[in-house]
């Protein structure tokens, strides 16, 4: 047997759990080496976590987990109550797998992840979050951290409430430095899951309206996002960006060092580094990225967007920080490559025969990033006519309707030749980018297959040669079913 990830009692301590059906269980029947809320990756020796939400109830997917492998399987109170002489005959007929009753699985997954993390008292733990670039910033930081260090963090943007406790179950007694990104969707969810990691140095990329809808100001959403400092020790550090006109704010009552990053919100032309080292802004070069220097070191950075700059400094004053040379900074960041669907530019031939640069960032949206992607783009010199393809912005609930409205009064000011607006939302941008004289504009309700070709026919039917053609949209509308529509081959460029 493989070591277990925590011992049966300390599983039982943890989550406050007791053995169903009244049996008493070994050590070798409580191990497991894997943890998941997915029945369908389950693998042997896994514990299963089957949470309770509002559409689905995971206990229905338990016999599936057992037929997998699972050797521990977790049991919501409630759920076990009402269905008692099922899962005890559910536990009798298979004793090699320890069925445990919980209050709450989420919170049990939680606490087990908290007790986990306890067992790693060397590694060093970063939290990042904020309502834009998190998963960017995220992978930024880990490739200059790992230039010196051995580094364990969340894959892709696994940073929710069940993300973030299943992704710190992959740290391991070599790792050095953990790296974790926390996301929100709801009130407290950023106390919630720092408890889980109580990371000594934690890093906010900005603070912006998403989620404004559930938080109902940019002042709550910036008080829910400082959460993240609540544990931080006195030796701790909290990483705060200095333009953020919210940066006092989320420096209040932090107990250990603030170190402010990022350019000045009055110098826009300089990157002002208050971390050691230094940072000089040299050059925009549109979508080949930003030209700076840290140190002596001059750093050609290939992600475009001043907001991807940004992003840039973070990781530059958290590698600075932890003693990441200069030299290895640049090594780190001159290979950095863009996220599927993140500020991806490409070069991409279309149906009819143009060469148009793509722009793809569609893997999700908010009135800061659309913004961020707009401004970036009306700022490129050397292109020919810009299309903007526009997605609904998701999750901005009661402010949905004047956040588009914003939004198309920004797309209508952002050059465009022409912009085609997609789903039930961006009608308020729509109207609005009508309303401030723009009229090359095609709007789009739904974003079904047959939504998607007919933007596919009017983007490839106004498109010519050197064309900018942007997709910018949350990810519950899938952008990315536009690219074979309108493509007729792709090179990267």
Do not use: W
């Amino acid at each position: 047997m493989t070591d277990s990830l925590l011992t049966c009692a300390a599983l039982l301590d943890a989550v406050h759990g007791s053995i169903a059906g009244g049996r008493s269980v070994c050590a070798e029947q409580c191990a497991f080496t894997s943890v998941t809320t997915d029945s369908r990756r389950v693998v042997p020796q896994s514990l299963f976590v089957p949470l309770m939400g509002e559409k689905q109830n995971g206990h229905a997917y338990i016999p599936q987990a057992i037929e997998n492998g699972a050797s521990v399987i977790l049991l919501n109170r409630d759920e076990y109550e009402k269905k008692r002489g099922d899962y005890d005959a559910l536990a009798k007929n298979h004793p090699a797998v320890a069925f445990i009753i919980v209050e709450h699985t989420l919170h049990a997954l939680q606490h087990a992840a908290a007790a986990y993390v306890r067992n790693f008292p060397h590694l060093k733990k970063i939290g990042i979050t904020g309502s834009s670039g998190k998963t960017t910033t995220k992978e930024l930081c880990v490739a200059v951290l790992k230039q010196r260090y051995r580094v364990v963090c969340n894959e892709g943007n696994l940073n929710s409430e069940t993300g973030l406790p299943l992704s710190v179950f992959n740290i391991r007694s070599n790792d050095e430095v953990g790296v974790f990104e926390m996301g929100m969707n709801r009130k407290d969810e950023i106390a919630e899951i720092a408890s889980v990691l109580k990371p000594q140095y934690a890093l906010v990329t900005n603070i912006g309206t998403a989620h404004v809808g559930m938080l109902g100001s940019r002042e709550n959403i910036a008080r829910e996002k400082r959460r993240i400092f609540d544990h931080l020790p006195a030796d701790g550090v909290a990483f705060i960006p200095q333009a953020d006109d919210f940066a006092s704010f989320l420096a209040e009552n932090v107990k250990g060092k603030v170190i402010y990053f990022g350019s000045s919100s009055t110098d826009e032309a300089r990157g002002v580094q208050k971390a050691p080292g230094g940072v000089e802004f040299i050059s925009d070069n549109g979508t080949r990225g930003t030209t700076f220097k840290v140190g002596n070191e001059i750093i050609n950075f290939a992600l475009p967007g001043k907001y991807n700059y940004e992003n840039a400094l973070a990781a530059v004053a958290l590698g600075t920080y932890f003693g990441i040379s200069d030299s290895a900074i640049k090594t780190a960041l001159e290979s950095f490559v863009a996220l599927a669907g993140r500020s991806q530019t490409e070069t991409l031939v279309l149906k009819n025969g143009c060469a148009v640069t793509l722009v793809k960032d569609c893997y999700n949206a908010n009135p800061e990033s659309t913004a961020d992607v707009l401004a970036f783009c009306a700022s490129v010199r050397d292109c020919g006519n810009r299309i903007y393809v526009l997605g609904d912005m998701l999750e901005l609930g009661d402010a949905a309707q004047a956040a588009h409205e914003a939004i198309g009064r920004k797309a209508a000011r952002a050059h465009p030749y022409r912009i085609v607006f997609i789903g039930s939302s961006m009608k308020y941008a729509f109207a609005a980018a009508r309303d401030a004289g723009f009229a090359d504009a095609l709007y789009i309700e739904q974003s079904s297959d047959e939504a998607m070709q007919q933007a596919a026919e009017y983007i490839v039917a106004n498109s010519s040669d050197g064309d900018l053609l942007l997709l910018k949209a949350s990810r519950g509308l899938s952008f990315e079913r536009l690219i074979p529509l309108i493509a007729q081959e792709a090179r990267h460029g």
